[in-house]
Structure formats: structure tokens, C-alpha cells
């Protein structure tokens, strides 16, 4: 399965910026960075992906570097509710979705 | 637009018995995927259905089996119950679009086995 390096646990104030990293050096040209996260103890949530240019929506926005090999994913104002494991992966050819540790997000008041 | 429903939310069985769990997509997607998640661990893959077929499964016993009916909800079926059976089940639905991981899942059903 493909691998990816997330930090383990972050910290931010709420209102502020969460900057959460991830590599992935061995993604290859055709696959897509997708970020995922878990609440704790609901199912994993849709934030966005790309796969060169960077990408925003309504929830985040992702900064994909231009080698590929690490990219951002950014919440421009944390709330508490937040808080979740956030998971970075990517993939081409499967369909299933595996999730490594990923960072801990705690939004703190 | 609703999202993914499962049910039940919750469920206490005994060793050996045999469980249903239901499954309905969000509207317009037709692939399904069901995922186990025991407490502590990672996210694993158990089945993959779109328009009615199997199309690809994970690595678990055949008495984990399931089904996707022409309304493209499912049903994951676990038989023979056994106790490292308790865990969150997790179904997520996608629009199949070539290549993607763009899955929504819903709340899941929390399994208990005693």
C-alpha cells in the first residue's frame, strides 16, 4: 500500500490557521492526494483532493508542491470542532481506501 | 441531499450467531464499500459492490459476505460471529468515476459480539 509521513499530533488555537503537513515522496504522475478525516468514533470524512494544482473548497484548501512529493492540507479557521485525526493518502489503480496514523488535530479554545 | 444512512446504529449478538447490516447510498452513486474499523486500529477494506457485482474484496473469512440490490443499497452479512468481530462497519458510496477515492461514508453500526 502506498505510504505517506503525517506528523502524529498538532495543536492549534481556535480561529487560527491549521497547517496540516504530509509527504508522500514515492506518488507517482497520474495519482491524486486525497485528505480524509475521522471524528472521533463517526465515519472518516471527505475534505478534498488534488493532483497538481491547488485545490480549495468549502472546508479546506490543499497546497501540493510542485515535485509532488508533500503537500498541505489547510482549515483557515479552526473551530473546536475540528478536532479529528486527519488522514493523507493517495492512490490510482484501487479503490479501497487504507489509512495510515495520520495527525491528530486538537483545536484548543 | 442526504447522505449515506446505515442501520442498525448498534448491535449486541452472541458468539455464532449471524448479523445483517444495511446499507443505503447516497442518492445517484452506485459503487458501495464496506470497511471494518475495531477499536484502536486502522481502516479495513472488506467489500466492494457497484451496479449489483462484487468487484473487489478484502482480506477476510468467506462468512463475511454481502450483496448490492438494482437501488444500489447493501447489506454486509457476517456469520458465525466470533468475539474480534466487534468493531465499527463502515459503509462509504462514490459515484464510479474512473479512478477515485472520493468515498462519503455514513455513521456506521457498532457491533458487539459477547
Known amino acids: 500500500d502506498a505510504k505517506t509521513t503525517q506528523p502524529p499530533s498538532m495543536d492549534c488555537a481556535e480561529g487560527r490557521a491549521a497547517n496540516l503537513p504530509c509527504n508522500h515522496s514515492t506518488i507517482s504522475g497520474n495519482e491524486y492526494v486525497y485528505w480524509y478525516r475521522q471524528i472521533h468514533s463517526q465515519g472518516p470524512q471527505y475534505i478534498i483532493h488534488g493532483l497538481k494544482n491547488n485545490e480549495t473548497n468549502e472546508m479546506a484548501s490543499l497546497i501540493i508542491t510542485e515535485d509532488r512529493k508533500s503537500s498541505t492540507l489547510i482549515l483557515p479557521h479552526a473551530t473546536l470542532r475540528d478536532t479529528a485525526v486527519y488522514y493523507c493518502?493517495?492512490?490510482?489503480?484501487?479503490?479501497?481506501?487504507?489509512f495510515g496514523k495520520g495527525t491528530l488535530l486538537t483545536v484548543n479554545p | 441531499e442526504a447522505g449515506v444512512t446505515q442501520s442498525p446504529t448498534h448491535l449486541i449478538k452472541t458468539r455464532g450467531q449471524q448479523v445483517t447490516l444495511r446499507c443505503s447510498p447516497i442518492s445517484g452513486h452506485t459503487s458501495v464499500y464496506w470497511y471494518q474499523q475495531a477499536l484502536g486500529l486502522g481502516l479495513q477494506f472488506l467489500l466492494w459492490y457497484d451496479e449489483g457485482e462484487e468487484r473487489n474484496r478484502g482480506n477476510f473469512p468467506p462468512r463475511f459476505s454481502g450483496r448490492q440490490f438494482p437501488n444500489y443499497s447493501s447489506e454486509l452479512n457476517v456469520n458465525a460471529l466470533e468475539l474480534e468481530d466487534s468493531a465499527l462497519y463502515l459503509c462509504a458510496s462514490s459515484l464510479f468515476v474512473g479512478s477515485s477515492y472520493e468515498q462519503y461514508f455514513g455513521p456506521g453500526t457498532r457491533l458487539t459480539v459477547t
Open positions: 493518502i493517495f492512490g490510482g489503480s484501487n479503490y479501497k481506501l487504507t
